[in-house]
């Protein structure tokens, strides 16, 4: 790196990682040297798109919500919010297994509730008693930790629908997310949403249903998937594009950081050699940003190692159409831990976003393992790809073998955000920020999507532009939207 400009390192080539090294180059053009070192020779982190035939098969995530402003706003300044895809509303339903048959998530049903009373009464997901204790909810009081505790997904569900919803409904919708044990998930970090209608209306399913009435909300069931998009080439086209915007010289791949240490500049050791910064982002994952920091700054090494991750793989499986016994006609179906096959869920991308696979194909997405069935990774490819197939068998009678299967392991890949997460994330940025010109960014801390992705990553950007990188100071943009 030259001395004529200020010089700033980016460990991870991850999608938080990519995003701030765009924003640095887009807010101090010409100004600013930037190099992301990414251990290994792919970029994008866990986004991985594979283009096999006439498929396009994503092998880590494949939409984003569009809610969360900050992946979109990112496509429109990369020209390329033209070619992002809605999913295909017709086919937007989800199924639920119970004792291995496939039953439709009633209509309404929003992750922890139902905002229709009718549709959850007639669906067998529940037994009766099930249901009707579910709808207790309706007539209890407020309950709930005392103020400033930070209540478990799991304790609200059966404190307001009970141990079946919990079991039946809420764990595989909210495992689907977050691949987490809802007994552990802080509600208030994840699904804040619960907690604010508990406490604005008393019965979260009252106050679901006032909001339904309202004109700007629509009723589906699980996931919003009316608000999910996704870039028409896969997700890696996103990558590619931010890549294509960076100067050739800024992306280091095969350059693992190992350490990090203060002079009078950043040092940063890597399997290639020192490297030397002005700036310095970590765009790890949070166990991995603790490694490199262990040396420099014990006590945030240790907060950070202390986030727990939960590790999945994902199975692509694509069948002839006439080899399934049934044709999927939904987006997805959620798994509950407790039939207790260590899949999570399996999403059917050729009909969730058009043009994924010929018509005569259907591709299939298997989740495996999580928080809740994590000795499940310690087997083989190949076994996870029969475990896999076999699941297809059992539910949707897969005549043959797949024509295609293939498989991608994320370990310690999904951040959880246990009970006091937001304690947790405070006290490390608190620590973080008594380092000067440091940021660290990715999905540990304020989300998991990829939005959040994005936004961590331009926004530990901006907190060095603000804190003059450049050697003039930059008004910090607002985030507030
Ligand atoms: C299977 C799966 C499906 C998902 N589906 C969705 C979805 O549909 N929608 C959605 O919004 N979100 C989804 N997510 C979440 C989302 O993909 C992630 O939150 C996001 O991509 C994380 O980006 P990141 O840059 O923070 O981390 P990562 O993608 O983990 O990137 C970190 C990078 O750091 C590199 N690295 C690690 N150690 C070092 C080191 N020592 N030195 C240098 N580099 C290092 C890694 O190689 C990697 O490239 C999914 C996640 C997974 C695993």
Not at 1 to 17: A, Q
Not at 139 to 149: A, K, L, N, S
Not at 435 to 443: C, D, I, R
């Amino acid at each position: 790196m030259s001395n004529s400009h200020s010089r700033v390192l980016i460990l991870g080539g991850g999608l938080s990682g990519l995003a701030a090294a765009h924003r640095l180059q887009e807010s101090a053009p010409g100004e600013l040297e930037v190099r992301v070192l990414e251990a290994s020779p792919h970029l994008g982190g866990v986004i991985r798109t594979d283009h096999i035939d006439d498929m396009l098969l994503e092998m880590g995530p494949d939409s984003m919500i569009t809610e969360k402003p900050w992946a979109l706003d990112l496509c429109r300044r990369l020209g390329i919010d033209q070619d992002l895809i809605p999913t295909q509303t017709r086919f937007r339903k989800t199924l639920v297994v119970r004792d291995g048959a496939l039953l439709p998530l009633p209509e309404a049903f929003q992750m922890l509730a139902p905002a229709k009373i009718l549709p959850f009464l007639r669906s067998p997901i529940l037994s009766i008693p099930g249901r009707l204790r579910a709808l207790l909810d309706i007539v209890i009081p407020r309950g709930g930790p005392p103020p400033g505790g930070d209540e478990t997904l799991g304790s609200f569900v059966r404190r307001r629908f009970g141990k079946e919803m919990l079991q039946r409904m809420a764990q595989p919708l909210v495992g689907g997310i977050y691949t987490a044990d809802p007994e552990k998930l802080s509600l208030a970090t994840t699904l804040p949403r619960f907690l604010d209608l508990e406490r604005n209306h008393r019965s979260v399913i009252l106050g679901l249903r006032r909001q339904a009435s309202q004109p700007t909300t629509q009723a589906a069931s699980g996931a919003r998937f009316n608000l999910f998009q996704a870039p028409r080439g896969g997700m890696g086209s996103l990558v590619d594009r931010l890549v294509e915007q960076l100067p050739a010289e800024t992306i280091q791949r095969q350059t693992r950081a190992t350490g990090i240490r203060r002079e009078e500049d950043w040092v940063v050791t890597t399997t290639e050699g020192e490297w030397r910064a002005d700036g310095l982002i970590v765009a790890l994952p949070a166990p991995r940003a603790a490694e490199v920091l262990d040396e420099m700054d014990p006590a945030l090494a240790a907060d950070l190692a202390s986030i727990p991750y939960a590790s999945t793989a994902v199975a692509g499986l694509a069948y002839k159409r006439t080899d399934l016994a049934r044709d999927p006609d939904f987006f997805g179906i959620i798994i509950p831990a407790t039939e207790g096959s260590g899949i999570v869920a399996i999403s059917v991308p050729s009909v969730k976003f058009e043009h994924r696979a010929p018509d005569d194909m259907v591709t299939l997405r298997v989740f495996l393992g999580g928080a809740l069935a994590p000795t499940l990774l310690q087997k083989s490819d190949e076994e996870l790809l029969s475990i896999a197939h076999t699941e297809v068998q059992n539910l949707l009678g897969a005549r043959g073998e797949p024509v295609l299967q293939r498989l991608a392991r994320w370990n310690e890949s999904m951040p959880q955000y246990h009970a006091g997460h937001t304690l947790k994330v405070l006290g490390i940025e608190e620590k973080a920020a008594r380092h000067e010109k440091f940021a660290l960014a990715g999905n540990a801390y304020h989300g998991v999507g990829l939005p959040d992705a994005v936004h961590s990553g331009e926004q530990a950007a901006d907190s060095l532009l603000a804190r003059g990188i450049t050697g003039r100071i930059i008004a910090r943009k607002d985030d507030a939207r």
